[in-house]
């Protein structure tokens, strides 16, 4: 299993970015997907998961009505739209799929005040 993050940068408060998730090394859409973040000093959460379809979908309630998650299961993809970022947001963020143990490198999501 091989997940590979891309997308993130630094960018002000109330700006956007889009971050992709590339999958390889199982059979992508049978599984559900999940973005993770992790910030300085902080455990890794949870931000929102997909269901194996992308007909299903959960965020956590700091990100909601922010973040949109998807999906692209032609092309063993996955994203995380993040609108009206905020400096709470800055972290270092993870796709995951739940079932296999492996973590990608993460991408760097900093965003300034």
């Known amino acids: 299993v091989q997940l590979v993050e891309s997308g993130g940068g630094l960018v002000q408060s109330g700006g956007s970015l889009r971050l992709s998730c590339a999958a390889s090394?199982?059979?992508?859409?049978?599984?559900?997907m999940s973005w993770f973040r992790q910030a300085p000093g902080k455990e890794r959460d949870l931000v929102a998961r997909?269901?194996?379809?992308?007909?299903?979908?959960y965020y956590v309630s700091s990100v909601k009505g922010r973040f949109a998650i998807s999906r692209d299961n032609t092309n063993n993809a996955m994203y995380l739209q993040m609108n009206n970022l905020k400096p709470e947001d800055t972290a270092v963020y993870y796709c995951?799929?739940?079932?296999?143990?492996?973590w990608g490198q993460g991408t760097q999501v900093t965003v300034s005040m």
């Open positions: 995951k799929a739940p079932q296999f143990p492996s």
């Open positions: 090394g199982f059979t992508f859409s049978n599984y559900a």
């Open positions: 997909i269901s194996s379809t992308g007909g299903s979908t």
